[in-house]
């Protein structure tokens, strides 16, 4: 064969080093790690506990969960069938998520669940900056109580991790879609709305219009964004115990300094919500301007099999979407730690001296490295340069004779002499504690 197989369209793979060819995405795995730290710090301030769960799940699971109408289950899924069984790769965490608390009884566990993951999701849409075929989250989901309070705590710990990061131009967006029966009402008045234009309308919402005409509400078209000027809003279409909790989430928004603007057309692309809706979105993004959102779901329970619904909210982000916006922003990552000590070894038995020496360092917490390959002093102290290297510990024949190695402080350039017994005490002080 004489070509390198390359990754899937819309994959990447996430290197220890930044490599320019691939410009789309010269975050290394350092970045990602840093962020992913300070995340979970965040969500664990506020309680929230972490949950694994399958990249692969029951085709049934996520149909009935996002809903079969929905770009994400009629266009998105990956797929297939073995077997007799039918399995999807996740497009989102929020289904399984229920399916765990359901299958294993969380609610027994008494209290309310507090729950966040991170992970890789997979939905089949056109690759461009911002929307991949395979995209990782982080998300949080409180199961377990209606409280208004609740949606407060979700939004709150969803702002807290955006905040951290010092992002400007953010913007969160609220709504709320109602109980059961407002979507279905507020369906019918959009149709009959459009239907009135029908023919300044694409293809694409002529379809929408009759499949699913909440869908053309997100539409980039312009003349069909001036329509929207004048098109049903659905909070007046809502019920009014929905109305009143929209009132008191607002009002507690307000209390806690958490900044929001009222979109009357988010709809969100999932079918599971009821009530409050949300979206962190960022002028930094280009097309693909949500870094975030989420919202109320009270029956996704009841389409996972629950006899009785199960109120919770949630939200979930994209971690590559924050990272084009921390790049965006100038935001400086702290740089990978570097090695503490490479050891040089100099012929055949420092080599193996060198071995041992990596391993007793090691054992210390030392990060320490050596020179596999047998290479020359120039070689060697390139590697260790390379890798950032704090210090370097030469050994040569003759200090193989002496005990004594010589050590060199990259950074400042000095040189010492140190015997081999106090080489590991040399450098433990410098270490932070484990
Ligand atoms: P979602 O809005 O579909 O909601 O996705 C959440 C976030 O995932 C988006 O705001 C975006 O940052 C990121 N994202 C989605 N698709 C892609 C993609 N193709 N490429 C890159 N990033 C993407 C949910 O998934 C719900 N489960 C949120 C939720 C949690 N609702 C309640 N709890």
């Known amino acids: 064969m004489s070509k390198v197989i390359r990754n899937i369209k819309g994959t990447f793979d996430i290197l220890p080093v930044n490599v320019s060819s691939d410009a789309a995405h010269e975050d290394t795995i350092w970045t990602w790690q840093y962020i992913e730290k300070n995340i979970r710090d965040i969500l664990e301030l506020s309680g929230f506990k972490e949950i694994r769960t399958p990249l692969l799940e029951p085709t049934e699971l996520i149909a009935r969960g996002i809903g079969q109408l929905t770009d994400i289950v009629s266009k998105e899924m990956y797929a297939f069938e073995r077997e007799g069984t039918h399995y999807v790769l996740r497009p989102e965490v929020t289904a399984p998520v229920m399916r765990a608390y359901l299958q294993h009884h969380l609610a027994q566990q008494g209290g309310i669940q507090k729950l966040y993951y991170f992970g890789p999701c997979f939905r089949a849409e056109r690759p461009q900056k911002g929307r991949y075929r395979q995209f990782h989250q982080f998300g949080c989901e409180l199961?377990?109580?209606d409280s208004v309070y609740a949606d407060v705590e979700v939004i709150a710990t969803m702002m807290h991790v955006y905040s951290a990061f010092n992002l400007p131009n953010m913007k969160l967006l609220i709504n709320s879609l109602g109980d059961e029966t407002s979507r279905p009402r507020y369906k019918e008045a959009l149709r009959s709305y459009f239907s009135k234009y029908e023919s300044d309308l694409t293809e694409t919402s002529k379809t929408r219009l009759e499949k699913n005409p909440l869908r053309i509400l997100d539409t980039k078209v312009e003349k069909e964004r001036v329509l929207l000027e004048s098109a049903p809003k659905l909070i007046d279409y809502i019920d009014s115990d929905s109305k009143d909790q929209y009132v008191q989430l607002k009002g507690l928004l307000t209390e806690m300094g958490i900044e929001y603007v009222e979109d009357p057309f988010l709809v969100r692309g999932l079918d599971y919500y009821t009530k409050?809706?949300?979206?962190?979105?960022?002028?930094?993004?280009?097309?693909?301007?949500?870094?975030?959102?989420?919202?109320?779901?009270?029956?996704?329970?009841?389409?996972?099999?629950?006899?009785?619904?199960?109120?919770?909210?949630?939200?979930?982000?994209?971690?590559?979407?924050?990272?084009?916006?921390?790049r965006e922003a100038g935001t400086e990552i702290p740089e990978?730690?570097?090695?503490?000590?490479?050891?040089?070894?100099?012929?055949?038995?420092?080599?193996?001296?060198?071995?041992?020496?990596?391993?007793?360092?090691?054992?210390?917490?030392?990060?320490?490295?050596?020179?596999?390959?047998?290479?020359?002093?120039?070689?060697?102290?390139?590697?260790?340069?390379?890798?950032?290297?704090?210090?370097?510990?030469?050994?040569?024949?003759?200090?193989?004779?002496?005990?004594?190695?010589?050590?060199?402080?990259?950074?400042?350039g000095d040189q010492q002499e140190v015997h081999f017994n106090d080489l590991v005490d040399y450098f433990t002080p410098s270490v932070a504690a484990p």
């Open 276 to 326: 409050t809706a949300f979206e962190l979105v960022s002028d930094d993004l280009g097309a693909q301007s949500a870094l975030g959102g989420g919202g109320r779901y009270d029956l996704l329970s009841m389409e996972v099999g629950s006899k009785s619904p199960v109120p919770a909210v949630g939200f979930a982000s994209g971690i590559e979407r924050l990272l084009i916006a921390l």
């Open 336 to 412: 990978e730690s570097p090695m503490d000590v490479f050891v040089v070894g100099l012929g055949e038995e420092a080599q193996k001296w060198s071995m041992l020496m990596a391993q007793k360092m090691r054992e210390a917490k030392v990060k320490a490295s050596y020179d596999l390959r047998g290479k020359s002093m120039k070689v060697q102290m390139k590697e260790a340069h390379r890798l950032r290297s704090q210090f370097v510990v030469i050994v040569g024949e003759d200090e193989l004779t002496s005990k004594k190695a010589i050590v060199k402080n990259m950074e400042t």
């Open 143 to 145: 199961i377990g109580t």
